[in-house]
């Protein structure tokens, strides 16, 4: 009996974890952009990352996810390293009293923020759209960052 009436508590909890709502929670969402910056407002990016690109020009974009355990930033920089479609990249975990640590550095597909004008021009391809929605994820397990077709370990590694 108590078999059965754990199997019966259970399964909604599974339909839970497996539902896709849980999977946007993982999800990373806009935060802000800086544009033609000389200087990065939260203190990223130093030094030679604030070359600017061959436009002149340095933008940050960043994203956040708020976790019960730790905030988590990722910030993207369109500078001098950037190639036609990937640009660096750092995801930062935020301790409760505010201890910064820079858990991925690489190079990451290029992003559109949602106030940038080419973002509505991607309407017209679903897969794109979506990319551009949601640029970033973590995994489950919060031990991988998603971004598009790449993976990398929470450590620094890619899987």
């Known amino acids: 009996m108590r078999l059965a009436a754990l199997t019966i508590l259970a399964a909604p909890m ?18 802000t952009s800086y544009r033609n910056v000389t ?9 030679d990352a604030l070359a600017p690109n061959p436009k002149g020009t340095v933008t940050i974009h960043e994203y956040q ?10 910030s993207q920089i369109w500078n001098d390293d950037c190639s036609s479609g990937t ?7 935020i301790t409760p009293s505010g201890e910064r640590h820079v858990v991925v550095d ?4 290029q992003v559109v923020p949602p106030d940038d004008p080419r973002f509505a021009d991607m309407a ?5 759209e979506e990319f551009a929605r949601r640029p970033f994820a973590l995994s489950d397990n919060g031990k991988t960052l998603i971004n598009g077709d ?6 620094g590694g890619k899987p």
């Open 14 to 31: 599974l339909g839970l974890i497996a539902s896709p709502c849980l999977a946007a929670d993982s999800a990373f969402s806009y935060k």
């Open 39 to 47: 200087s990065d407002p939260d203190k990223v990016w130093t030094g």
């Open 65 to 74: 996810l708020r976790t019960p355990e730790a905030e988590w930033l990722i």
């Open 87 to 93: 640009c660096p990249t750092r995801l930062l975990r």
């Open 106 to 109: 690489d190079m990451m597909h």
């Open 124 to 128: 017209s391809n679903k897969k794109l």
């Open 150 to 155: 790449y993976k990398f370990q929470a450590d």
